[in-house]
């Protein structure tokens, strides 16, 4: 490819979901008919090609009444598309992405095309729709290049997008690159040769993007397969090798003298990572990967996370930008639904999460049943899995109708249980949200304000808080998301994954971090050390003394979110005017550490744990409560990943294999024989 001037969609699986639609159109036009209901199950179909298979599918023993069903079918799909039809998850991001010129080839009518778009209100992304009109067939090559002719574009500058291996032909006939993308629709084996495979639209909107942009290195446009694809152009008489090249890059591994190629797979920043999914049923072999250090046990467009170069990105955007220009409302609902939210959905987002974020009545009963020494954590996760009690609707995970209005309730009410939780801890009596406080400013109000007299949260705490939960939103597939994840590919329903993250988070490998920097400096100066003390005992390894918050599993130079946050620690104890020793210590801490060699040398810089605990105790947030920020600060990306993951039609029931290393087959002893 040239540039990318130009990208053609095939408007059937890329860009809409109207199976749901089509169950119903199927089932009125057999009621019509005095046929029984098929049984309900999703249907994938469209008028034109696919259209006869599908209606005598339907009919079963009553096919020769075809002709007779045909009209009333089409009738009704017609009747009843624009009403339920959908974009998949992503298109608005992945229209928003570049170039500008785009266009819709399609098996339905031309003018039924623009009829589903403008319902949608995405017609006005596109300069083009064909195919419908000249024929009711897939269009054949002539159409694509047809589309690029009345684009004004070569066909080396355009990339067809589709999810079948129909589209795939066309493209390769056609000599034009070609974007698989794997909806569970078509047959992901056919889309493997594809010149770039992705999964949902949110993936074609960062190829798009790196492609325009030339982060990522287009692919050699393939020659034409079919002569009569273009005029003046002849097929090549490597057509064999421009398949080929269509390939991507494989691995060869050898097990028991079996030799065993496997495919390698290219994220959109250029990760790597081989495809061992058919190892077992091939070799009888499985991989052993304690702690996941080496394996992707996903494919995710959401974050972005460069641990060698130090980059972090939410849906391609830096956190450095995020953390100086972004809210957390509003970067939650960038990780949650792809794309940043214009004004409108913004304010109907910002006015969800104000409006729900008292909880039910009968709940604030469930804390009195919690001891004052409970931790803040145990209850946390305890009553979020109680909210699935109150909104029952939310227990079917794959029904999406009432998905976004419970990821709305979960974001709103989370920080209201969190402050109860604290409040419960001090015994003072719980605080309710305002609606005239935004999210960060109702938490610190539900966390501080007391009945006696009026509170007013500062602006500086406001903006470190804000500024730390998008810290924390995001962070790529670990102990926690993975935990959601993996809950989630059961099926589970939000409230019970999320509740399941939360405990995940509570070990204090995971989510104790900021916690116990924070408990090293209550030790040293217990001890009475001086900064320049402890740093020389944590340099003496015979002493045991360990650095808290220095370092990290994943970056190996420096923590990006680390150098947002000290600029707004510093900000913080200056502005407030706080005079805490321990927050002194730790100052004379870092920059004992940041000045000494040992240090620079082994690339042991603060984290952002480091910071967030001092701002944490700047802002009057107790210790114990540490780990319960970091979860409210989390929530936005475990949704996210349980939404990627729950709308994959793709995801099954997460269950790793194991090495067993016990006994071989024994028998059992009666008592009496037992030794």
Same mark, same amino acid.
């Given at each position: ?44 179909g ?15 023993s009553?096919?020769?009444?075809y ?13 009843r ?20 010129l ?11 095309a ?8 995405v ?22 290049l ?7 574009v070569?066909?080396? =500058?355009? +990339?067809l997008?589709?999810? &079948? @291996?129909?589209?795939?032909?066309? /493209? #390769?006939? $056609?000599?034009?690159?070609?974007? %698989? ?41 393939? =020659?034409? +397969?079919?002569?009569?694809? &273009? @005029?003046?152009?002849?097929?090549? /008489? #490597?057509? $064999?090798?421009?398949?080929?090249? %269509?390939?991507?890059e ?7 003298g ?34 996941f ?15 060698e ?159 730390l ?10 102990c ?49 050390l ?38 707004a ?49 700047a ?35 997460g ?13 059992y ?6 030794a």
């Amino acid at each position: 490819m040239a540039r990318l001037a130009a990208v053609i969609y095939d408007l059937d699986g890329t860009l809409i979901d109207s199976r749901a639609d089509l169950a119903d159109s199927v089932n009125a036009m057999l009621a019509r008919m005095d046929l029984p209901r098929i049984e309900d199950r999703l249907i994938h179909g469209f008028i034109g090609e696919g259209a006869e298979r599908l209606i005598r599918r339907s009919l079963g023993s009553q096919e020769h009444r075809y002709p007779e069903a045909a009209p009333i079918w089409r009738a009704e799909y017609q009747k009843r598309l624009l009403h339920k039809t959908r974009l998949y998850p992503g298109v608005r991001e992945l229209l928003a992405a570049p170039p500008e010129l785009r266009a819709v080839l399609t098996n339905k009518p031309g003018g039924f095309a623009r009829q589903i778009l403008a319902g949608l209100g995405v017609a006005a992304a596109f300069r083009e729709i064909a195919g419908g009109d000249e024929a009711a067939r897939k269009p054949d090559p002539a159409g694509v290049l047809l589309v690029c002719e009345r684009l004004g574009v070569r066909r080396e =500058e355009a +990339l067809l997008v589709g999810d &079948s @291996a129909v589209d795939l032909a066309t /493209a #390769r006939a $056609a000599g034009i690159s070609v974007c %698989a993308v794997t909806w569970g629709l078509g047959d992901a084996a056919a889309l493997a040769s594809a010149d770039y495979l992705c999964h949902n639209a949110a993936e074609v909107a960062l190829l798009l993007k790196g492609l325009t942009m030339g982060i990522i290195a287009p692919k050699p446009v393939p =020659e034409p +397969l079919d002569s009569s694809a &273009s @005029a003046g152009e002849r097929p090549s /008489a #490597r057509g $064999a090798a421009g398949k080929e090249r %269509a390939v991507g890059e494989t691995v060869r591994i050898t097990a028991g003298g079996q030799e065993l190629e496997l495919p390698v797979v290219v994220g959109t920043e250029g990760e790597r990572g081989i495809e061992i999914v058919n190892l077992r049923a091939k070799t009888g072999m499985m991989t052993l990967d304690p702690a996941f250090m080496n394996t992707a046990s996903t494919e995710s467009a959401i974050t972005f996370l460069d641990g060698e170069k130090g980059i972090l990105r939410y849906r391609g955007i830096p956190i450095e930008e995020l953390g100086e220009k972004s809210s957390f409302t509003e970067t939650a609902y960038l990780l949650i639904y792809g794309h940043l939210p214009n004004k409108d959905e913004l304010h109907k987002w910002e006015q969800l999460l104000t409006r729900h974020s008292m909880i039910h009545e009968d709940m604030k009963r469930f804390f009195d049943g919690y001891p004052m020494t409970a931790h803040p954590m145990a209850i946390l996760s305890a009553m979020i899995t109680s909210l699935s009690s109150f909104y029952p609707y939310a227990l079917n995970a794959k029904a999406d109708e009432y998905r976004d209005i419970t990821i709305a309730r979960l974001i709103a009410k989370m920080p209201t249980i969190a402050a109860f939780s604290y409040k419960k801890s001090i015994g003072h009596p719980f605080v309710y949200p305002r609606n005239d406080l935004n999210y960060c400013a109702n938490f610190l109000h539900e966390m501080f304000a007391v009945p006696a007299e009026a509170y007013q949260s500062d602006p500086v705490a406001v903006r470190a808080l804000n500024l730390l939960l998008i810290l924390h939103a995001d962070h790529e597939q670990n102990c926690s998301t993975s935990t959601v994840r993996i809950v989630g590919s059961a099926q589970t329903n939000l409230f019970a994954s999320i509740s399941a993250g939360i405990c995940a988070l509570w070990g204090p490998l995971h989510g104790g971090a900021n916690q116990e920097v924070v408990e090293m400096l209550t030790d040293i100066r217990k001890k009475g050390l001086s900064a320049t003390e402890f740093i020389a005992q944590v340099k003496d390894k015979k002493s045991g003394a360990r650095l808290m918050g220095f370092g990290h599993r994943v970056y190996k130079n420096f923590d990006p979110r680390a150098k947002i946050i000290k600029k707004a620690c510093d900000e913080v104890l200056a502005r407030m005017g706080i005079r805490d020793p321990m927050l002194d210590l730790a100052k004379e801490l870092e920059e004992a550490a940041l000045k000494d060699p040992y240090f620079i040398e082994r690339k042991l810089y603060p984290n952002v744990d480091f910071y967030s605990g001092i701002i944490y105790r700047a802002l009057g947030i107790p210790t114990g409560m540490f780990t319960v920020m970091f979860a409210l600060g989390r929530l936005p990306g475990w949704i996210a990943h349980w939404k990627e993951m729950i709308e994959d039609p793709n995801t099954k029931i997460g269950r790793p294999r194991q090495i067993y290393t016990g006994a071989r087959e024994t028998h059992y002893v009666p008592i009496e024989k037992r030794a």
